[in-house]
T-cell receptor, first 109, second 114 residues
């Protein structure tokens, strides 16, 4: 079945440093979504990307969809302690989502 | 406020017992989903339902059962046939039929087998 690889699995950064997580698929994607899960919490929808080469921004977060629609990235500029959590990408597939393994971000104050 | 309510938040079950996890939404979403999350892992799809009285198996349906008798409700039963049921269970809904694909998740149920 369709799968997605997300890297890295863990990332520790100093507050103020940038952070990027990547999502890669072997097949062309119709769309990709990003979610954030705080420690002990539930996933919260961040954004959906649909178009080839699409770039969307939410404050310090920048989301990108690859030109070939096979990969995506989430970049956080100048991390803050509130950014701590696990970031998941998810592929849309006939009405259901397939989630990546997630990247867990730790931010040292 | 619209949202998804999962209950209970914590659940302890003895081996050999069936247990039912509740999931109710008032978002008027057509589709509902159950995912399982193990520590340090991603989310794996158990069952999903895109319309009332219809549901499909996900990737790890063995040992689980669901029903969708009402649009608002999608309960999950963890049966004694599920070999390793201790996990965090998340219910979600979406309105994908209208093109709004983003999932809304409930706060989850942590199930522990004792």
């Amino acid at each position: 079945g369709q799968q997605v690889m997300q890297i890295p699995q863990y990332q520790h950064v100093q507050e103020g440093e940038d952070f990027t997580t990547y999502c890669n698929s072997s097949t062309t994607l119709s769309n990709i979504q990003w979610y954030k899960q705080r420690p002990g919490g539930h996933p919260v929808f961040l954004i959906q990307l649909v178009k080839s080469g699409e770039v969307k921004k939410q404050k310090r977060l920048t989301f990108q969809f690859g030109e070939a629609k096979k990969n995506s990235s989430l970049h956080i500029t100048a991390t803050q302690t509130t950014d701590v959590g696990t970031y998941f990408c998810a592929l849309g597939n006939t009405g259901k989502l397939i989630f990546g393994q997630g990247t867990t971000l730790q931010v040292k104050p | 406020d619209g949202g998804i309510t999962q209950s209970p938040k914590y659940l302890f079950r003895k081996e050999g017992q069936n247990v039912t996890l509740s999931c109710e939404q008032n978002l008027n979403h057509d589709a509902m989903y159950w995912y399982r999350q193990d520590p340090g892992q991603g989310l794996r799809l158990i069952y999903y339902s895109q319309i009332v009285n219809d549901f499909q198996k996900g990737d790890i349906a063995e040992g689980y059962s669901v029903s969708r008798e009402k649009k608002e409700s999608f309960p999950l039963t963890v049966t004694s046939a599920q070999k390793n049921p201790t996990a965090f269970y998340l219910c979600a809904s979406s309105n994908y039929l209208t093109g709004d694909y983003g999932y809304t998740f409930g706060s989850g149920t942590r199930l522990t087998v004792v």
